[in-house]
């Protein structure tokens, strides 16, 4: 079992940098328009040689209310007839991707995502799948990870059991916070009654795992109220938890101008909230996996990261690395083999270029070796939190040290500091380290110096 994360202030204040979140590497902030149609049609024909199994994400953007820490790409409209003419653009671009690929490539993981997926009706959502069920190799013993992302304010029992008749067996549920004045200052009223009920309508509807979203960092948080939204979470027993710190760029998100800053929690009572929450989910029998997710012990995500088998994709933390990642409507982003592409984010475009029986693919990024190089390494630290260098070594043909001898002088202040131990061999996250692990990930970056970092968010 992995030791527990320690908890070091002064580690904490030196190492909170702006940085990316590792889904991928090279980040999205890389992808380019050189990368088109042509590229995703040779990377789909070269998954159907190898026969790579498959792992679909469908993005639903429409949300009748908006909330405004959201940076999702999403449309708000109280309008349910405008997603009908999405869902007919979308159906043409399952027929056109899946034309390209084998039906023998099983569809290992299936995730639906938003926006809220569960904006669509009862009919639209059977159509969809029935969509992906004619096209791909959807599984039909419930052995796959199908899961979908839940507003409760927008699902009810009978929801959840089309949900689990349709073949999703996992959930996860936005809940962000649950004190009231907080909930008004980012215009999401949702109580702990719609949370429950959702939750044990999947328990009882046998759904396979439950998650839950948390946020730190919003207005008129304190410690003391976000404690006992934990406490209250923790009761509900979900298999996961994913603690986000809130980012603050309403320079880039406009819902988020509607938010006053001086509502917003201080650095020192984030740190506060976060450090509470990680003694609380630890009491509770949680295991830090990383970043921000928490998993039982029993969880999936726990027994890979124990076995050194967890990846880390567009997903998050997942067990199915090893697909390859369709994208599917508005600026969905797939990962087939070395090539990532992104459709369109503007709805408009996107539609447009599957009028013209066009995919929406608008950027992307084919890697290089290097680029698959220290993708391997960033993997590796982001979660296992330790690398061999014999396997990079013998994987890419590669002298460790010497490739990187430029990083070692911050690898040793890293050691220094106690982030990490390092030797002739390996490195080692330690406990003090963990929560810091995309600070060592940058290390490993090679774009990042050329890159504006208050695109991203702070590691804590």
């Not at 991707?97 to 023998?104: E, G, Q, R, V």
């Not at 009978?158 to 689990?164: A, D, P, W, Y």
Request: one cysteine or more; aromatic letters at 8%; glycine letters at 6%.
């Amino acid at each position: 079992m992995l030791d527990a994360i320690r908890w070091d202030t002064d580690l904490i204040r030196r190492y909170d940098l702006a940085g990316p979140r590792y889904t991928s590497y090279p980040t999205a902030v890389q992808f380019n328009s050189q990368v088109g149609t042509f590229d995703l049609f040779h990377a789909l024909r070269e998954s159907r040689k190898a026969l790579r199994p498959l792992s679909l994400y469908v993005h639903v953007p429409f949300c009748a209310n908006i909330c405004y820490y959201c940076a999702c790409n999403k449309v708000i409209t109280k309008d349910r007839g405008r997603a009908l003419p999405y869902l007919q653009r979308l159906e043409q671009e399952i027929q056109l991707i899946a034309c390209h690929l084998d039906p023998n490539q099983k569809v290992e993981q299936l995730h639906f995502g938003g926006g809220t997926p569960t904006f669509l009706s009862h009919d639209e959502l059977r159509q969809l799948m029935a969509q992906l069920r004619k096209h791909f190799n959807l599984l039909d013993d419930d052995s796959g990870d199908y899961g979908i992302e839940i507003d409760p304010r927008e699902a009810d029992w009978s929801t959840m059991g089309l949900l689990r008749e349709l073949g999703f067996n996992r959930v996860s549920i936005g809940l962000q916070d649950l004190d009231p004045a907080v909930q008004r200052a980012v215009n999401r009223l949702q109580s702990l009654e719609e949370t429950r009920a959702v939750v044990e309508a999947a328990r009882t509807l046998q759904f396979r795992s439950i998650n839950i979203d948390l946020i730190y960092g919003l207005p008129k948080q304190t410690a003391e109220s976000f404690a006992r939204t934990v406490d209250e979470v923790i009761n509900l027993q979900p298999d996961r938890l994913s603690v986000f710190n809130y980012a603050h760029l309403p320079e880039r998100f406009m819902p988020q101008r509607r938010i006053n800053s001086s509502d917003l929690p201080a650095p020192a009572e984030k740190l506060n909230m976060l450090q509470r929450t990680i003694e609380q989910l630890t009491a509770a029998g949680y295991r830090y996996i990383g970043m921000d997710h928490f998993a039982l012990p029993d969880d999936e995500l726990a027994i890979a990261q124990e076995e050194s088998t967890l990846q880390r994709n567009f997903q998050g933390y997942t067990t199915h690395g090893h697909c390859d990642l369709i994208g599917l409507g508005v600026s969905a982003i797939s990962q087939i083999g070395d090539l990532y592409c992104q459709n369109s984010s503007d709805l408009n475009q996107y539609q447009n270029a599957l009028a013209s029986a066009q995919p929406g693919t608008s950027r992307g990024l084919l890697c290089n070796q290097d680029d698959r190089l220290r993708r391997a390494v960033i993997q590796q630290l982001i979660c296992t939190f330790s690398l061999a260098f014999s396997q990079i070594e013998q994987a890419f043909n590669i002298d460790f040290r010497g490739y990187f001898s430029e990083l070692w002088p911050q690898l040793h202040a890293m050691a220094e500091d106690g982030l990490i131990e390092l030797d002739s061999e390996k490195i080692v996250v330690l406990p003090a380290g963990r929560l810091l692990v995309r600070s060592v990930c940058m290390v490993f970056d090679a774009y990042l110096e050329q890159q504006n970092r208050q695109r991203f968010s702070r590691v804590i």
